[in-house]
Structure formats: structure tokens, C-alpha cells
């Protein structure tokens, strides 16, 4: 089988996202029989070639100051897309409501391959996030859901993903599949946990609590921090140890200093050895995000026997019984501080849950992908019947062009005050490179985007009219 893998990220950028598309990428390749092909935008700097399997790196806008850290793809970029189509998938997953879904479905009208997405962030508060005004989140909220549902098989990583999808206005049916992790099961040596932490304070006897992922506020990390201040207040001895980089950082470093040598930043860790080491030598890993949808990072502390305080009724939860396979709390600096004061009494009552976990919980990138594989050769099969084509005339709208760069024009044409100077170039970079893919194409794609230059025109004017 030929399969294309597309994400708006991929390393250098290193997220959970990333981290589920080079584990597809990585196993599916191993299969006997598979070829496979990821598409994203390009990086500089970037070696793409030292990978077993064939990368694309397609023409991307610098758009790290509006989003911090990512770049955006140019879905458009002619001579990538050619040797994307050269490929000729038989399937293409898209991991990415936004560019990687725009280009599988220009993909798929070339090729006739079917799509399949999954839905890994809550999108809505990353939108949240970069815009303020509730009319422009709405539209690119409109936007992304319409990508969605031109797809022909939609994927969550959890029940909890699959409601805020709904909940965002989809329509459609969607099927959970979970991702694995790439730790083995089982716990590091000693010997690999003395090389990995013998630089750092960590007293025998003492609990170790653990964090890793971005250091982003969003993801809870004050939470993390309230509880240490009243743990301190207390009197109670422990180190927590934040385990990642970030663009909050430096603030929780500042915050964290009253605190002493009880709060531990090692920064990122790549080896993926040394950081399964950072988990079995942990007593606790403290999770309170509400943002993530999945929070594979919970699993991989299960891998190691290590179990995980979570907020009730987030994503993370899900599979999770308080006191068997994990902790859940409410979502308050409080509610963990108290909760860690009364478990620590008793840690080996601690351990025996995080040994629950990796027993109840832990599910590998190889059980994960195989079950997609499946489900792949599933949609094959609904395309050979040719029952594709029904969902495909329900969203017929969705499938013509005209209508979805118009919308994406009509959202950017409605917060021309609260973009940055340099935006200007880069629509007038977009709107030709838009126009070349169009003259190059060989479908009637060309036919299709004459309204989204009209609709781009009008935003280079308002652009003009607010510089």
C-alpha cells in the first residue's frame, strides 16, 4: 500500500502531533509491501533526507510570531504537489485540519485516493488563542469544520476529542483511535536511571514528582506550580521536575525560584531512553491539562509503572479509575496539593497504581498503527464499492473550491487591523502562488478559484487601506 501522511508539523518541530506522524511513518514503512510519503512545510535548515522513508518539504510562511514556533504551509506549492502526485497514493491521512487537509483534498481530485483525518487539538482554543474577536474565530472555526467533513473516513484520539468536534458544528460520523507510545513496557534499569539524573538533587526518600510536554501555561502549568507553593507552605519535602522547552519557560523558572531547589528544569530530553529513565525514577506525573485530547505522555509514564494526576473529566482521563489506575482531581492548585500530601503517606500504595496503570492503560505504537492499517484497507474497500461516492455527493459544496477559498479569503478579510505588517507580503505571496498552481494544473481546478482571486483582491485592498 502507498500511503501519505500529511501534518503541518514535523521535526524540527517536535509535538505530540509530530510525534504520531513519525511513529506511523516509522511502522508503516517497516511493513512489508507499504511505501509511504509525508508532506509538510518546509523549515530551513532542515535535513529531510535522513529519514527511511520519503519526506516532502513543500513551501512554507513565516508565521512563528503569530503561532508560536510554527510555520504555515503553502497548500499550493505546484512543483511539491507534482512530485506528491507523482507518488500516487492509494490513501492519504491528513493530520491537520488546516493546510495538510486543503492539500489532501487537492491530492485526492488528482489522484482519487480516499482521505482520512484525524483529530488530534482542540482547535477551537488554538484559534481562541491567536484571535480575539468571537466573528473571525467563528469563520476559521467554519473553515476547518468544512475541511473535516469533505474527508472521507474522520478518525478522534478519544471520546472527549470526538465531543469538542461536534461540539464545533461536524456533522459527520467519526470513529476513535487511539495512539500508542514507543516506550517499551517495562521499567529502566538502575544503571540508566543513576546516568540520566545523577546531576540533579534528587534525595532517596523523597517524592519525585514529573511533567513533560511544552512548558506552556495552557496546559496547567501554574496549577503544577500553586501546588508546590502550598506543599512548600506546609512543610513537605519533594521535587518536581519539568521535563520539556517552551515559550512560558522563563516565567515559571521566575515563579519557581521562592521554591529553591525543589523545582527542577531540565529542558527538552530527545533520548528517548533517557526520558523513559526521568519516568521510572518519578514517584507521580502530574498532568492538568484540559487542553490536550489524548495526552500520550500519560502512557508513557504508564510504560514505566508511573501514574498520573489528572483533571476530571478531561481527555487525559478517560480510561483512568481514581485510586486503581491513576489519580483524578478537580481543577485547582488545592485539589492536587491535598491530594499529593494524603497519597505520599503511602508510596508504595502509589507505586502499586502506577503498576495498574501500565497493566490497564499502556497501548503501543505498534497495537495503534496496525488497528489504522485495518481500518485503511476498511476504506479501501468502501471505495472499490464505490460507497465513497455517496458521502462524497452529500458534501459536494465542500468539494468545490470556489466556495472554500472564498470563505478563507472572507475570514481574512474581516481582521485586516490586527494583522502584523508583514502579512501583506505574504498574501501577495500566496495569492501567485495560488495563480501558478492554476495555470500548471490539469484539472479544472483552474475553472474553480477565479472567485477566490476576486475574494483575495479584496483583501490585498482592505490590507492596503489599514497599513
Known amino acids: 500500500m502507498k500511503i501519505s501522511l500529511l501534518n503541518d508539523s514535523f521535526p524540527p518541530v517536535i509535538d505530540g502531533v509530530a510525534n504520531v506522524v513519525m511513529n506511523y511513518a516509522s511502522i508503516l514503512h517497516n511493513m512489508e509491501g507499504n511505501r509511504v510519503m509525508v508532506a509538510t512545510p518546509k523549515y530551513p535548515n532542515t535535513n529531510y533526507y535522513q529519514y527511511p522513508y520519503l519526506v516532502i518539504p513543500y513551501q512554507s510562511f513565516d508565521t512563528t510570531q503569530v503561532v508560536k514556533g510554527y510555520r504555515a504551509g503553502n497548500p499550493f506549492a505546484f512543483r511539491e504537489f507534482q512530485d506528491m502526485k507523482e507518488f500516487d497514493p492509494d490513501?492519504?491521512?491528513?493530520?491537520?485540519?488546516?493546510?495538510?487537509?486543503?492539500?489532501?483534498?487537492?491530492?485526492?481530485?488528482?489522484?482519487?485516493?480516499?482521505?482520512?483525518?484525524?483529530?488530534?487539538?482542540?482547535?477551537?482554543?488554538?484559534?481562541?488563542?491567536?484571535?480575539?474577536?468571537?466573528?473571525?474565530?467563528?469563520?476559521?472555526i467554519s473553515v476547518l469544520v468544512s475541511n473535516i467533513e469533505a474527508c472521507d473516513d474522520v478518525w478522534v484520539v478519544s471520546k472527549g476529542a470526538g465531543e469538542n468536534l461536534k461540539s464545533l458544528g461536524y456533522e459527520g460520523e467519526y470513529r476513535v483511535m487511539s495512539n500508542g507510545v514507543d516506550f517499551a513496557k517495562g521499567l529502566s534499569s538502575d544503571a540508566q536511571v543513576y546516568e540520566a539524573t545523577k546531576?540533579?538533587?534528587?534525595?532517596?526518600?523523597?517524592?519525585?514528582?514529573?511533567?513533560?510536554?511544552?512548558?506552556?501555561?495552557?496546559?496547567?502549568?501554574?496549577l503544577i506550580l500553586d501546588a508546590?507553593?502550598?506543599?512548600?507552605?506546609?512543610?513537605?519535602?519533594?521535587?518536581?521536575?519539568?521535563?520539556?522547552?517552551?515559550?512560558?519557560?522563563?516565567?515559571?523558572?521566575?515563579?519557581?525560584?521562592?521554591?529553591?531547589?525543589?523545582?527542577?528544569?531540565?529542558?527538552?530530553?530527545?533520548?528517548?531512553?533517557?526520558?523513559?529513565?526521568?519516568?521510572?525514577?518519578?514517584?507521580?506525573?502530574?498532568?492538568?491539562?484540559?487542553?490536550?485530547t489524548n495526552g500520550l505522555v500519560v502512557r508513557e509514564a504508564a510504560a514505566c509503572g508511573l501514574a498520573s494526576v489528572l483533571i476530571k473529566d478531561s481527555c487525559a482521563s478517560e480510561g483512568i479509575t481514581d485510586g486503581r489506575n491513576g489519580y483524578i482531581i478537580e481543577e485547582s492548585g488545592k485539589a492536587m496539593a491535598d491530594l499529593l500530601m494524603r497519597v505520599c503517606k503511602d508510596m508504595d500504595a502509589v507505586h502499586d497504581v502506577g503498576m495498574h496503570a501500565m497493566d490497564e492503560i499502556y497501548i503501543s505504537?505498534?497495537?495503534?498503527?496496525?488497528?489504522?492499517?485495518?481500518?485503511?484497507?476498511?476504506?479501501?474497500?468502501?471505495?472499490?464499492?464505490?460507497?465513497?461516492?455517496?458521502?462524497?455527493?452529500?458534501?459536494?459544496?465542500?468539494?468545490?473550491?470556489?466556495?472554500?477559498?472564498?470563505?478563507?479569503?472572507?475570514?481574512?478579510?474581516?481582521?485586516?487591523?490586527?494583522?502584523?505588517?508583514?502579512?501583506?507580503?505574504?498574501?501577495?505571496?500566496l495569492y501567485h502562488e495560488v495563480k501558478n498552481f492554476s495555470i500548471n494544473?490539469?484539472?479544472?481546478?483552474?475553472?474553480?478559484?477565479?472567485?477566490?482571486?476576486?475574494?483575495?483582491?479584496?483583501?490585498?485592498?482592505?490590507?492596503?487601506?489599514s497599513l
Open 199 to 222: 546531576d540533579y538533587d534528587l534525595p532517596e526518600g523523597i517524592p519525585v514528582f514529573i511533567y513533560v510536554g511544552r512548558i506552556i501555561k495552557y496546559k496547567g502549568l501554574s
Open 228 to 292: 508546590c507553593e502550598m506543599l512548600d507552605k506546609a512543610g513537605m519535602d519533594f521535587r518536581m521536575v519539568f521535563v520539556g522547552s517552551g515559550p512560558d519557560a522563563d516565567e515559571l523558572k521566575d515563579r519557581a525560584t521562592k521554591l529553591g531547589g525543589k523545582v527542577i528544569f531540565t529542558g527538552p530530553i530527545y533520548d528517548r531512553e533517557v526520558l523513559k529513565a526521568w519516568n521510572t525514577r518519578a514517584d507521580l506525573f502530574l498532568f492538568p491539562s484540559v487542553y490536550d
Open 91 to 140: 490513501i492519504i491521512h491528513s493530520h491537520c485540519p488546516v493546510s495538510s487537509t486543503v492539500l489532501a483534498r487537492l491530492l485526492r481530485r488528482e489522484t482519487g485516493a480516499p482521505i482520512v483525518f484525524t483529530y488530534h487539538t482542540k482547535f477551537d482554543v488554538d484559534i481562541a488563542r491567536a484571535v480575539k474577536a468571537q466573528i473571525i474565530q467563528k469563520e476559521a
Open 365 to 429: 505504537w505498534e497495537e495503534s498503527v496496525h488497528k489504522a492499517y485495518e481500518r485503511y484497507e476498511e476504506v479501501l474497500d468502501l471505495k472499490a464499492a464505490g460507497k465513497l461516492e455517496d458521502h462524497r455527493k452529500l458534501t459536494a459544496r465542500l468539494e468545490d473550491y470556489s466556495y472554500l477559498f472564498e470563505k478563507y479569503a472572507d475570514v481574512l478579510t474581516r481582521f485586516p487591523f490586527d494583522i502584523q505588517d508583514d502579512i501583506k507580503d505574504l498574501s501577495h505571496g
Open 441 to 465: 494544473s490539469t484539472n479544472k481546478l483552474n475553472e474553480k478559484i477565479e472567485k477566490f482571486y476576486n475574494a483575495y483582491d479584496k483583501f490585498i485592498s482592505e490590507i492596503d487601506k
